[in-house]
């Protein structure tokens, strides 16, 4: 297994990490946010992190915690760019700000490997930075999230970038990959960023380790000849081995690459974030 090293940018750095925390710039705004794979020290001691932080989330419990203001004049809604695409931010009531920057390294494949009019497939697609990329290399894209929220930012980015005419799908990733593949469909791309664990719309529990197999096999079935499927995964019950034998019982002769995805810090220190399995023919 390798590292596969996503890229910083001109509006997002990963400034330094350690304790168990990172500190991130996201155009002009500056972050302060857990990180429980930040296991280790880090270079730039915590008093100057705080120096130059506007907002930290301060958590309570696993699930829940607060944004704490550091800077007054700092917005708490503003838009960065990544390439030629628009990115609305803000601080949400998790953790989150609205983008995943880990995922650099595989947007950079998508506009590597996507050509005019391919039909990419984005499961779990929240907020679409995927899909933006690969719409603005004329793909012909399908966004599925089940969350409504997530679907109108994922819009409101579409249009902050000037694209349109992306297929947003409001509904669970399984029953629509299900219903594809029922439908006949095919895909040149699919990529799939599933939680490690969620609560369904009717309280069914999701656990990545239960699901995997089913979903690499829907996918299977839904990739068209030549295509690629890409599935990023977090939980430390799907190890690599675990995905390699899922893939091997489902492909034959199919190149399997399962890396590490992570970023390193301007301070040079590397924060790994979990697996990115890549199956090409
Ligand atoms: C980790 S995020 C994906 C991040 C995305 N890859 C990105 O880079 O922007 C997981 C997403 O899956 C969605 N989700 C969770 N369970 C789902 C399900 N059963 N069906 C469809 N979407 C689901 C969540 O709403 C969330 O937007």
Known sequence: ???????HWKDYELLDAGGNKKLERWGKVVTI???RNAYFRSVIPFEDWYKQADFEFVEHSKTKGEWKVLNEQAPKKWTIGYKSIRLNLELTKFKHVGLFPEQQANWEFLERNLKTDDRFLNLFGYTGAASL???ANNADVFHCDSVKQVITWGRENMESSGLSDIHWVLEDALKFAQRE???GNKYTGIIMDPPA???GAKKERWKIEDKFSELLELAVQLRAPEGFIIVNTYSPRLTAKDIRQSANHILENENIQVDTLCLKTVTNKT????LRTLIQP
């Open 1 to 7: 297994m390798s590292l596969l090293i996503s890229q």
């Open 33 to 35: 946010r857990p990180e």
């Open 133 to 135: 990329v690969a719409r």
């Open 181 to 183: 593949v029922k439908r």
């Open 197 to 199: 664990f969620g609560i």
């Open 271 to 274: 924060l790994e974030y979990g």
